[in-house]
């Protein structure tokens, strides 16, 4: 499975797409009501195949004729999507769905079989980078850049709107993506930093410190500016509109920017190690503790794409148990110091005397624990006048690569 992601044009006919969206707001919002009331009268909720046989019935009533312009899937997908966030509720403990204005409504889906593509034939003089398509969703054409050729066969479109206005359609192709690189046969464990987040975002198990830019900081300034200036404008006016675009636009500019940077980043990575060590943590608890900051550096996001790399790469991403102590234990003869705060950057093993980095011991103990509990071998710190200068494999698996302290 392969998705791309293409901008539609600007071009009039984008006008009908976005009251098609407002149909699936509007029918989402009807059904959530329908559920609520038929869930207060007889304390049961509905389920997907009766709501969906009671909108092929309400779209025959004069009343809701406009029902019929998008396609009939995308409408019952809407209902289906409403049905499993009313089960997530029960199996995942999530929140009760919530009524939205029917402009904020984002997502609509296709089936692959209904979205045609085709090559338009460009009439401008000079040559695009990349050739015009079209696509027809709800009998209508709208023209796209295709800047990933389409390799295999489309099995769904799912056509998303943002706050500016503007129209995406994701492509999900059958087509698996294989990348092949040569094998490094290196194994590295991560440690998570939030203190001194921008200087300190990861760090490696032989002592490096991979930084983040923190780019929901760099552009705080502008944002508040911008919010500044929307909050003093009247509600309901065009200028309003035309500032609310802009706080949308930085938003939006920020976004991708951490985006770009976590692609690059989880290349960078999967081009150096084989095997890579991550701890699972509780980000929602961390974000309750550290606000801002934590989802400024959108760890769990940065996981995702690591993760969709290392398959493309064959790479392995990891994860060590959540109660698996790293942090206070020293890596070296396993001392636990249970006097340890979050203040203390380099502290003194009281048993071994090794001088630890904080960041480094962890991710030691993080490499240390994923190699023995994967049976890959085992990981000896090197330590040289007291201090861990990086470390032995011995291993076991063909997958790694032993490397000796004197070689
Ligand atoms: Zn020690």
Same mark, same amino acid.
């Given at each position: 499975?392969? %998705?791309?992601?293409?901008?539609?044009?600007?071009?009039?006919?984008?006008?009908?797409?976005?009251?098609?969206?407002?149909?699936?707001?509007?029918?989402?919002?009807?059904?959530?009501?329908?559920?609520?009331?038929?869930?207060?009268?007889?304390?049961?909720?509905?389920?997907?195949?009766?709501?969906?046989?009671?909108?092929?019935?309400?779209?025959?009533? &004069?009343?809701?004729?406009?029902? %019929?312009?998008?396609?009939?899937?995308?409408?019952?997908?809407?209902?289906?999507?409403?049905?499993?966030?009313?089960?997530?509720?029960?199996?995942?403990?999530?929140?009760?769905?919530?009524?939205?204005?029917?402009?904020?409504?984002?997502?609509?889906?296709?089936?692959?079989?209904?979205?045609?593509? &085709?090559?338009?034939?460009?009439?401008?003089?000079?040559?695009?980078?990349?050739?015009?398509?079209?696509?027809?969703?709800?009998?209508?054409?709208?023209?796209?850049?295709?800047?990933?050729?389409?390799?295999?066969?489309?099995?769904?479109?799912?056509v998303t709107r943002d706050a500016l206005g503007d129209v995406y359609i994701t492509l999900t192709e059958d087509f698996l993506e294989v990348k092949y690189e040569p094998k490094t046969g290196q194994a590295e464990?991560?440690?998570?930093?939030?203190?001194?987040?921008?200087?300190?975002?990861?760090?490696?198990?032989?002592?490096?410190?991979? /930084?983040?830019?923190?780019?929901?900081?760099?552009?705080?300034?502008?944002?508040?500016?911008?919010?500044?200036?929307?909050?003093?404008?009247?509600?309901?006016?065009?200028?309003?509109?035309?500032?609310?675009?802009?706080?949308?636009?930085?938003?939006?500019?920020? /976004?991708?920017?951490?985006?770009?940077?976590?692609?690059?980043?989880?290349?960078?990575?999967?081009?150096?190690?084989?095997?890579?060590?991550?701890?699972?943590?509780?980000?929602?608890?961390?974000?309750?503790?550290?606000?801002?900051?934590?989802?400024?550096?959108?760890?769990?996001?940065?996981?995702?794409?690591?993760?969709?790399?290392?398959?493309?790469? +064959?790479? +392995?991403?990891?994860?060590?148990?959540?109660?698996?102590?790293?942090?206070?234990?020293?890596?070296?003869?396993?001392?636990?110091?249970?006097?340890?705060?979050?203040?203390?950057?380099?502290?003194?093993?009281?048993?071994?005397?090794?001088?630890?980095?904080?960041?480094?011991?962890?991710?030691?103990?993080?490499?240390?624990?994923?190699?023995?509990?994967?049976?890959?071998?085992?990981?000896?710190?090197?330590?040289?006048?007291?201090?861990?200068?990086?470390?032995?494999?011995?291993?076991? +698996?063909?997958?790694?690569?032993?490397?000796?302290?004197?070689?």
């Amino acid at each position: 499975m392969r %998705n791309t992601k293409h901008k539609l044009f600007h071009d009039k006919s984008l006008k009908c797409l976005h009251s098609d969206f407002d149909i699936c707001g509007i029918v989402r919002n009807h059904f959530l009501g329908l559920c609520m009331r038929y869930k207060r009268r007889y304390g049961k909720g509905l389920s997907y195949t009766k709501m969906s046989a009671h909108l092929t019935k309400l779209k025959k009533l &004069e009343k809701y004729k406009h029902w %019929n312009i998008p396609y009939a899937w995308s409408l019952q997908n809407v209902v289906k999507r409403l049905a499993h966030s009313f089960g997530e509720m029960k199996t995942l403990g999530r929140g009760h769905p919530k009524f939205k204005s029917c402009k904020k409504h984002k997502g609509m889906t296709f089936d692959g079989g209904q979205a045609l593509i &085709e090559k338009v034939l460009d009439k401008q003089k000079n040559e695009r980078n990349h050739p015009t398509y079209r696509i027809r969703l709800n009998r209508r054409w709208y023209r796209f850049a295709l800047h990933r050729k389409i390799q295999g066969k489309i099995t769904q479109v799912h056509v998303t709107r943002d706050a500016l206005g503007d129209v995406y359609i994701t492509l999900t192709e059958d087509f698996l993506e294989v990348k092949y690189e040569p094998k490094t046969g290196q194994a590295e464990g991560f440690d998570f930093g939030i203190k001194d987040a921008g200087k300190n975002f990861l760090t490696g198990s032989d002592g490096h410190r991979y /930084t983040s830019p923190m780019f929901y900081k760099q552009n705080a300034d502008d944002l508040a500016k911008a919010q500044k200036v929307y909050s003093r404008k009247v509600k309901g006016s065009k200028n309003q509109e035309r500032c609310r675009k802009q706080v949308a636009r930085i938003h939006k500019k920020t /976004t991708n920017q951490r985006t770009d940077h976590h692609w690059k980043f989880a290349i960078d990575l999967c081009r150096q190690f084989d095997i890579l060590f991550f701890e699972d943590l509780n980000l929602r608890g961390m974000k309750a503790l550290f606000g801002k900051q934590v989802s400024d550096l959108a760890f769990g996001e940065f996981l995702q794409k690591l993760k969709h790399q290392s398959k493309k790469r +064959s790479r +392995s991403v990891l994860k060590i148990g959540r109660w698996t102590p790293t942090t206070k234990c020293c890596c070296v003869c396993g001392h636990k110091n249970k006097t340890l705060t979050l203040a203390d950057r380099h502290w003194t093993c009281p048993r071994c005397h090794t001088h630890l980095d904080r960041d480094q011991n962890a991710a030691l103990n993080i490499l240390k624990e994923g190699v023995a509990s994967f049976g890959l071998g085992v990981v000896r710190p090197i330590i040289l006048l007291g201090k861990i200068v990086g470390c032995s494999v011995e291993a076991t +698996s063909p997958l790694l690569k032993s490397t000796n302290a004197f070689a």
